[in-house]
């Protein structure tokens, strides 16, 4: 039996999604973006692998490394 993801697992995927997206987007890696954002390489690591969850600070930092509105990192695909 399968259960249907949470409503906070479905936004952390599609946050994870929109990262790798607007990284490919700008031609930059996810190491770069990183470096860029100023975040713990662990955490980041661990955000994009599932295993922990984003902050609303680490968002903020990923968002602006990026050039975008903390909000664009939550859009669906």
């Known amino acids: ?3 249907a993801p949470t409503a906070d697992q ?9 990262i790798r997206a607007l990284c490919r987007v ?3 890696t996810l190491t770069q973006l990183i470096e860029r954002a100023h975040v713990s390489a662990s955490h980041f690591w661990g ?20 050039g975008v ?8 695909p």
């Open 26 to 28: 700008q031609g930059i």
């Open 1 to 3: 039996m399968t259960l």
């Open 10 to 18: 479905d936004v952390h995927d599609r946050v994870i999604i929109r």
């Open 69 to 76: 509105d903390i909000e664009d990192l939550c859009k669906r």
């Open 47 to 66: 955000v994009m692998n599932g295993g922990k969850s984003p902050t609303i600070e680490w968002l903020q930092q990923i968002a602006v490394a990026l």
